[in-house]
Structures are given as C-alpha cells and as structure tokens.
C-alpha cells in the first residue's frame, strides 16, 4: 500500500499542549543530521546544557534534557530516587500529581497524599502538617503548573517546608519552564522535569531535567539499582558531562536537540524576564476579552490567587456541559482551533486554553474570542 507525503492542516494550538513551534525552531529542526558522537553535536549538547541550567536557574552539572517526553522526566526523577519503602509526601490538585502517586508505587515507595481541591494550589500549611505526621518521610513531591487545572503552586515556600523537614523535593515544572519565573538553585529543589513542547515552544518528546548534588548523592547510595536501564542517572551521566570524552548510551534525538537549542536561543534573545511579562500580558487580555466581548461572560475555574497565565482553565456555562465536545469539534473543524477539554473530575466542566511559548500573544486571542463569539451566539 502506498501513501501520499502527511500534510498536516493548519491549526490554532491553544490547547494544553503542544504548543505552537516557531518557524525557526523547525527550520533547526531540518537542518543536516550530524552523528551523535560528532563533536560538533557534542558541542551543541554543551550548549543546550549552559541553556538549561539558565533557564532552571541552576548551576546542577547533571542538567540535560532526556530524550523522552516529559512523562519520562517525571518518571527519570522517581525511579532515581525512591526506593522501595520511601515514603513520599505528594502535594496533590491535579491529574499530574496522581501519576506521581502512581511512579511512587510502581518504585516500591509509599505515597503520602496530601489533598487540596482541583483548581487550587497546593496549601503549604497542609504539606507541614504531613510533614509532621510523617516524620520518616524521604522525598516532597509537587506539580509546580498543574496543567489539568490552571493552577500555580508556590514552589518557593514549599521546598523550603521540604527542608525544613530534611526532605529532597521533586519538582514537576513540565507547564511552568519558560512561562512562570523558576529558580530551582535559590529555591532548593534537588529533582525537576519539564517538556519542551510547552512553554518551549519545542517540538514535542524532549524532557528537560536537572539534578542536585544532594540527589546525585542519594542515587549513588541507593541500596538497589535503578530499575529503569535507560533513565538510570549513573549512566546517563557520562553522556552527557561537558567535553569530549562521552561514552555511547543511546543514540540522541539529534534533530530535536537542534529544534530545543534553537529555542532556547529564542527564549535568551527575547530575555526571560520578557517572556514571562508576555505570558502574563496575554493571560490578562484573554480574561478581559473573555468578560466583555462575548454574548455570554466567560469565568475563570482558578481564583485568581491561584492562576497561572499559561493555562487558563474556563468554566463551562451551564448550557453547554453536555455538548461541550461538539462546541470545540467545530471549534476545530471550523476555525482550525485546538482548545483542551477538562479531565478527570473536570471533564465537561472546564476548558483549558493554553497561552503557552510563542502561542502567548494577543492575536491568537482576538481569532479565539472571535471564534467564540461566532459559536456562542
Ligand atoms: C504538568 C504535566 N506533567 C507531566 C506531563 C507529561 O508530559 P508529556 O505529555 O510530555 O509526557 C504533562 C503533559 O501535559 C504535564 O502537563
């Protein structure tokens, strides 16, 4: 059987994620592949890891970004680190932390639960208390941009809970890199994730991580091997420490690390402290547009102490719960705009916009709030 060339329709991605990638990003991304032990490409890997522990706000050495989405940062940072019998204390409002409590089981570990309600952040005051209850605990755990919400937790305050209590703390920060100001140094964080096809405006499959001494430490103390061979930290290591003696580990997603650096060059050139203040810009127009240029107002499903300005999570007027997937199927098929749906408990109840990396600009929210008005009325 034989198929014509994939032409992908153009669309709107102001979804969840991905996000859209800037046309410069792919062109990186069609450039000559080189071979992954050309030092040429390990020069680029040098570069890409400078990139990140600025991003990161880190001067961590083992800082690269896997070569996986970022369900495998996520799972790099557990299986590293939990072994069988920790207990881990997860700071849960989302669906994203729920696949922490699921890394931590399938580690052998023993989750802490420590609930708030979807769409808010993760209360400080209860992550002390389980620290109190739990004085034997090893690891906190937190989503810092619960994607499935449009919540932003204060990392700040709870990695110094974690410290306070001599815990390590893993830091999902897949949403929040590139769009919410992060510091992981200053903070204290000793394991984090992110993705590249967010905030990034990367092509999607890249995780990019970083790792404490502190965890570093743990890893080459634990009791038993990493169960995972290809996310085990002590071997990743070699491949990925600066200069030119590396040792073969898999074979890098070359062109994507093209795609990533490229990025990462634009996020540089426009300035962090920029970009974030875009992010913002753009999350405000989408609120009051959303309040005054619709036939019906629009709410926010996050209070807006608890917002992050790269997903916006919408309340589902009454009217529309039941038929909430036909409204962004012609959405879609109409305007070419792709919006999220809510999940878990939040399904038809929520619809999640992302204004993320070079989607966050105000004509993308004229065309949604022009497509809305057209579909609402
Ligand atoms: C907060 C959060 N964590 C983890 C993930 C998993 O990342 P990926 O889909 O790249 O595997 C996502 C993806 O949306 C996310 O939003």
Redesign the pocket.
């Known amino acids: 059987m034989s198929f014509p060339s994939f032409q992908p329709p153009l669309r709107t991605l102001l979804g969840?994620?991905p996000s859209e990638v800037h046309p410069r990003v792919l062109q990186a991304c069609a450039r000559p592949t080189l071979g992954h032990l050309d030092p040429a490409f390990l020069e680029l890997m040098d570069q890409i890891k400078i990139q990140l522990q600025e991003l990161f706000g880190t001067k961590n050495a083992l800082t690269f970004p896997v070569s996986a989405?970022?369900?495998?940062?996520?799972e790099a940072c557990f299986v590293n680190l939990v072994e069988a019998g920790d207990k881990v204390i997860i700071g849960a409002n989302g669906v994203?932390s729920l696949?922490m409590r699921e890394n931590v089981l399938r580690c052998g570990g023993i989750p802490i639960m420590v609930e708030t309600a979807w769409g808010k952040s993760v209360e400080p005051g209860m992550i002390e208390d389980a620290c109190r209850q739990n004085p034997d605990a090893k690891i906190l755990a937190f989503?810092h941009?619960?994607?499935?919400t449009g919540a932003l937790s204060d990392a700040a305050a709870l990695a110094q809970i974690a410290r306070q209590n001599s815990l390590y703390t893993i830091m999902?920060a897949?949403?929040s890199l590139g769009g919410t100001p992060l510091t992981i140094d200053k903070w204290g964080i000793d394991a984090v994730?992110s993705?590249s096809?967010?905030c990034l405006s990367c092509i999607?499959?890249l995780?990019p991580v970083s790792f404490s001494e502190r965890a570093l430490e743990k890893i080459k103390q634990r009791n038993s091997p990493v169960q995972s061979w290809f996310l085990d930290m002590n071997l990743i290591m070699d491949y990925w420490k600066p200069g030119s003696k590396r040792s073969y580990h898999h074979t890098a997603p070359i062109n994507s690390l093209y795609a990533l650096h490229e990025s990462l060059v634009m996020h540089a050139e426009e300035g962090a402290e920029n970009v974030f203040a875009r992010h913002q810009r753009v999350h405000l127009y989408l609120i009051h547009q959303l309040a005054t240029q619709l036939p019906i107002q629009l709410k926010i499903f996050v209070e807006e102490k608890d917002r992050m300005p790269q997903l916006n999570a919408i309340a589902i007027p009454d009217h529309l719960k039941d038929t909430e997937a036909n409204f962004r199927a012609n959405l879609l098929t109409k305007y070419g705009i792709e919006i999220g749906g809510g999940l878990g408990p939040l399904a038809g109840a929520i619809w999640r916009v992302g204004l993320m990396g070079h989607g966050a600009r105000e004509k993308n929210v004229d065309y949604l709030v022009h497509a809305l008005r057209d579909l609402l009325s």
């Open positions: 969840p994620g989405p970022g369900s495998a940062g996520m994203f696949r989503v941009a619960e994607t499935s999902d897949v949403t994730y993705g096809q967010k999607a499959g995780s």
